[in-house]
């Protein structure tokens, strides 16, 4: 009735090496070169969402945040400390501070 399909030959595990032009390549390298300013600029947003946020939004921005100070090299006992005061400003002190380690 079904033909039976050999899934290792129509999906194989792991794909073949991308070719990128040099051009390609230093767009890659300096996304990832800015990951860490991404990743500030990232939380910073967050905060002013924080301030405006309200109900189920705001949970999950809080998560968020706590996501993006945990990528940020924060503590984690200093992440659940903000977490369970829940406030903004102390975020935006996190953020002055890793604007200091620049």
């Known amino acids: 009735m079904y033909e039976s399909v050999d899934w290792n ?3 194989p595990s792991k794909k073949a ?3 990128y032009t040099p051009h390609q390549q230093k767009i890659i390298q300096r996304y990832y070169d800015n990951q860490g300013a991404l990743r500030h600029q990232r939380l910073a947003e967050l905060v002013s969402d924080l301030y405006l946020a309200e109900g189920k939004k705001k949970q999950k921005l809080w998560q968020s945040a706590a996501a993006a100070m945990e990528k940020l090299g924060v503590p984690k006992s200093r992440i659940e400390h903000l977490l369970k005061h ?3 400003a102390l975020v935006a002190e996190v953020v002055k501070e890793l604007e200091g380690k620049k």
């Open 9 to 11: 030959l129509a999906m």
């Open 17 to 19: 090496p991308r070719d």
């Open 86 to 88: 829940q406030n903004p």
